[in-house]
């Protein structure tokens, strides 16, 4: 029997994947253990995750990791998120140079702790040249921080003349967003059974296919993602007009 690696179209291959990696605590809860069991299980679906995505010739995968409100978790388990990103970073960044990745940030990187954006800083420096899979964090990231920052920053720049208001269009807002250099995701992945957005890309996944999945994030492993990847290749994207069109 055909693995469904095996059975994906190479040739319909999502450019751009984001991830709602959830479900961390309650993995722990179910292995009678401490969140942060789960947060530490989660790197290993990670690594397995970046590894399928390059595999397939993903382009872009975008992963939340931390969302704005989650800085209102008690502090013993951001301080921990923090520490754990920090050494995930250290563990790992000899295994995404040496599987060609990139690494890039979305989000509000101000607030994290200077130890925590230092070594970001550092891994970004050490991949840059690197040429396969862009893996992109969400850091403190929230869509609505991340559109209110872009329409500050158009007013400010229609203020000193560098656009007019005129100009303002999509393309031009797009711009202004952190994604700005990445395509939109073509698929939107949640694991753990919530079916919500949690002010994940809101601008971003206008139409983006959205696959939801009862797997708790540190159970989640490449194949899931391949699975992920071969139900959107069944979907029919429409985009507003009507299946016929699509094919004259
Ligand atoms: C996702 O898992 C990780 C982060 C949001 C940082 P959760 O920690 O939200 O796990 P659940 O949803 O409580 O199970
Ligand atoms: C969304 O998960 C954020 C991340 C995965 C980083 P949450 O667990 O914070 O989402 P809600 O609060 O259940 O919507
Ligand atoms: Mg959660």
Not at 123 to 147: Q, V
Not at 224 to 234: G, K, S
Request: proline share 3%; net charge negative; glycine share 6%.
């Amino acid at each position: 029997m055909k693995s469904v690696k095996e059975k994906l179209n190479i040739n319909k291959i999502p450019r751009h994947v984001a991830i709602i990696m959830d479900g961390n605590g309650r993995w722990a809860a179910k292995h009678g253990s401490e969140r942060i069991f789960g947060h530490e299980h989660g790197v290993e679906s990670v690594r397995s995750t970046v590894e399928g995505a390059g595999d397939i010739g993903i382009k872009y995968l975008t992963l939340y990791a931390f969302s704005t409100e989650n800085w209102e978790r008690p502090k013993n388990e951001v301080d921990a998120l923090m520490g754990l990103l920090v050494q995930a970073i250290e563990n790992e960044t000899g295994e995404l140079m040496k599987n060609n990745v990139r690494l890039g940030t979305i989000g509000d990187i101000k607030k994290l702790p200077p130890d925590v954006a230092a070594k970001l800083n550092e891994c970004i420096r050490l991949l840059e040249k690197n040429t396969g899979l862009n893996l992109i964090l969400a850091l403190s990231y929230s869509s609505k921080w991340e559109i209110t920052e872009a329409i500050r920053n158009i007013v400010n720049d229609v203020k000193n003349g560098k656009i007019q208001s005129k100009d303002i269009d999509e393309k031009l807002f797009e711009g202004y967003l952190s994604t700005a250099q990445i395509p939109d995701p073509e698929l939107l992945i949640r694991t753990s059974g919530e079916f919500r957005i949690s002010n994940f890309l809101l601008w971003q996944i206008a139409y983006s296919e959205l696959y939801f999945t009862e797997k708790l994030w540190p159970d989640f492993r490449k194949e899931d993602l391949f699975e992920a990847v071969y139900d959107f290749q069944n979907r029919e994207r429409r985009f507003g007009k009507i299946s016929e069109q699509l094919f004259s």
